[in-house]
């Protein structure tokens, strides 16, 4: 675990809400051609330090972390990471001996953190392993106690559970040191966190045909509301909301694709509102304003779409989409004795 900070109560957090720290850690085995093992840092779900097996090396990722931490910060990281990459090998070698599972593509992921919301002071912390996209074990931070879904996951639950010093370090740490550097981070990052910028707004269409797609992309922050009105009244039925993603600048981009044929849209008056903190705005759906195929396609959803594609590789790929949508919180494994380095990862 990394050694606690001055905790910063009482530092007061212009920009409201739910924050959090959060880490993510991928392993692969198999015929690959992207690293083996790589971790990511998220605060407020911002990206702001990455690592992996191929350049063996922690960076930052944002521009607070890059002038308020140092080169020991760096090499510090840079140690852990190395640390639990070996050991997260040793892991997935054990799992595949668990599962009976020898060839093929594995996959082994940890995600742990922590988040409050400063409006209401609602605290929460996670810590999960998933074994090929699949619940593994999951620690029970209120009873502090680990739980494992599959009997695979048994003796290890056993054995972590009758290890007092490591539950004793997991609860110091996500009852204080986690919430301790999140605030932290908050405080050195404020000024980025801050920041607003207003969405672009485009009206999308594979072809005239075609259902029309209203995306707004570049935004921050991530809060972010897209609906329909037909003649002045709210759509609620033949809307598909997309899901949230980031794009490599670190705003975000979000996409409402309403199902309707173009006869219905052009003899009614329909409307995309896009709603964020920035401005609302409003585009009309007329076919002057659509951009199809055979026209140019805005460069952010190209980029954004690539960069956020290249994210769900690092992050794990059906492993991080199970995670975000069921919003559990789980844990870590090994039945190998290697428990001293898998349970002493937990980052700054």
């Known amino acids: 675990m990394r050694p606690a900070v001055l905790l910063l109560f009482g530092v007061y957090y212009t920009y409201a809400g739910t924050h959090s720290l959060r880490y993510v850690y991928t392993a692969v085995s198999g015929d690959i051609d992207f690293p083996e093992f790589t971790a990511v840092g998220l605060l407020d779900d911002q990206q702001f330090m990455y690592f992996d097996s191929n350049t063996k090396k922690t960076v930052p990722k944002i521009e607070f972390m890059r002038k308020n931490e140092g080169k020991d910060y760096w090499d510090r990281e840079t140690q852990i990471d190395i640390g639990t990459h070996q050991s997260f090998k040793v892991i997935i070698q054990t799992l595949k001996g668990l599962f009976n599972q020898t060839g093929g593509v594995h996959t082994y992921q940890r995600m742990y953190g922590c988040e409050f919301n400063d409006q209401t002071g609602e605290t929460n912390a996670f810590k999960q ?15 502090m106690r680990y739980i494992s879904p599959v009997q695979e996951g048994f003796l290890t639950v056993q054995k972590w559970n009758n290890d007092r010093y490591g539950l004793e370090k997991d609860k110091n740490y996500f009852s204080t040191e ?136 690092i992050l794990g790929v059906a492993g991080f989409m199970v995670y975000q949508k069921k919003k559990g919180f789980k844990p870590v494994a090994s039945d190998d004795g290697s428990n001293s380095s898998t349970r002493s990862d937990q980052k700054a």
């Open 129 to 143: 392993d998933g074994c090929n996209g699949e619940d593994f074990l999951t620690l029970e931070l209120k009873e």
């Open 178 to 313: 986690c919430f301790e550097w999140l605030k932290k981070y908050l405080q050195n990052g404020k000024s980025s966190l801050e920041k607003t910028v207003s969405p672009q707004v485009s009206l999308l269409q594979k072809s005239p045909s075609s259902p029309v797609s209203c995306h707004a992309t570049g935004f921050y922050p991530k809060e972010v509301s897209i609906s329909w009105q037909k003649n002045k009244q709210d759509v609620d039925e033949d809307v598909d909301l997309g899901e949230l993603l980031l794009n490599e600048d670190g705003s975000f981009q979000k996409t409402s694709t309403l199902n309707v044929k173009p006869e219905e849209w052009q003899k009614n008056e329909y409307e995309c509102v896009v709603e964020h903190k920035s401005r609302t705005i409003r585009s009309v759906l007329k076919g002057d304003k659509i951009r199809t195929n055979s026209g140019s396609v805005p460069i952010g959803l190209i980029v954004g779409v690539v960069a956020a594609l290249l994210l769900l590789v």
